[in-house]
């Protein structure tokens, strides 16, 4: 049983199109987040959500918005991809926010061409 | 912000020698949490290790240990007789009790570990 799952794991599209990333956890977890990771590996936050809530959202570009209809989902919907969206996207989830210790998904390694 | 410095960028060792990956970090808040992640080649983020702030006890878990040291504001991470299968990216990070939604990470060590 995963504890973090996302879909799709990969993802090409062209540029201009629109794509959702599905994030469910089944952990119970009160916290969810994304972050990005480039082609240097470097990890950023992008959102958090706590309990649905947004709490952090760093500064991206308003093409990218995400959803939470419950605790358990944290979906993230990007319009007008553009090149320099490339990258792999991570879904992850802590029991108690920065407190405790993050479970990441497998990955949505996104391409735009 | 936080801000979580790994200055080694990349590191190669041979099976068996000891390594020891550094963390630095930058927080104002005193109450903190710190946090070791590891990426092998396959890409998943797999969680290493948790330490709050007012713990600075050392840790040790099989061949990894860690140490904790406020006064140098470091958490650096050895791994003794290292394998090829310790090959991977590591992550140092951070969040502070104040804005703990926030998880800072650092830029990674990519480890290399030849037989």
């Known amino acids: 049983d995963t504890a973090v799952s996302q879909t799709p794991k990969y993802l090409v599209t062209q540029m201009g199109n629109d794509k959702s990333i599905k994030c469910e956890q089944n952990?119970?977890?009160?916290?969810m987040y994304w972050y990005k990771q480039d082609s240097k590996k470097f990890l950023k936050i992008m959102f958090s959500?706590?309990?649905?809530?947004?709490?952090i959202n760093e500064t991206v570009p308003n093409r990218f918005s995400p959803k939470s209809p419950d605790k358990a989902h944290l979906n993230l919907h990007i319009n007008s991809l553009e090149l320099g969206d490339s990258a792999v996207y991570f879904c992850?989830?802590?029991?108690?926010?920065?407190?405790?210790?993050?479970?990441f998904g497998q990955g949505t390694r996104l391409t735009v061409v | 912000a936080q801000k979580v410095t790994q200055a080694q960028t990349e590191i190669s060792v041979v099976e068996k020698e000891d390594v020891t990956l550094d963390c630095v970090y930058e927080t104002r808040d005193t109450t903190y949490y710190l946090f070791w992640y590891k990426q092998p080649p396959s890409g998943e983020l797999v969680f290493l290790i948790r330490r709050n702030s007012f713990d600075e006890q050392n840790e040790i878990s099989g061949r990894y240990s860690w140490n904790f040291q406020k006064s140098t504001s470091s958490f650096n991470f050895t791994i003794t007789a290292s394998q090829v299968v310790d090959s991977a990216v590591y992550f140092c990070a951070l969040s502070e009790a104040y804005n703990n939604n926030d998880m800072r990470f650092g830029a990674g060590t990519r480890l290399t570990v030849k037989p």
């Open positions: 992850a989830s802590s029991q108690e926010g920065g407190y405790t210790e993050a479970f």
């Open positions: 959500y706590n309990n649905k809530e947004l709490i």
């Open positions: 952990l119970g977890h009160d916290t």
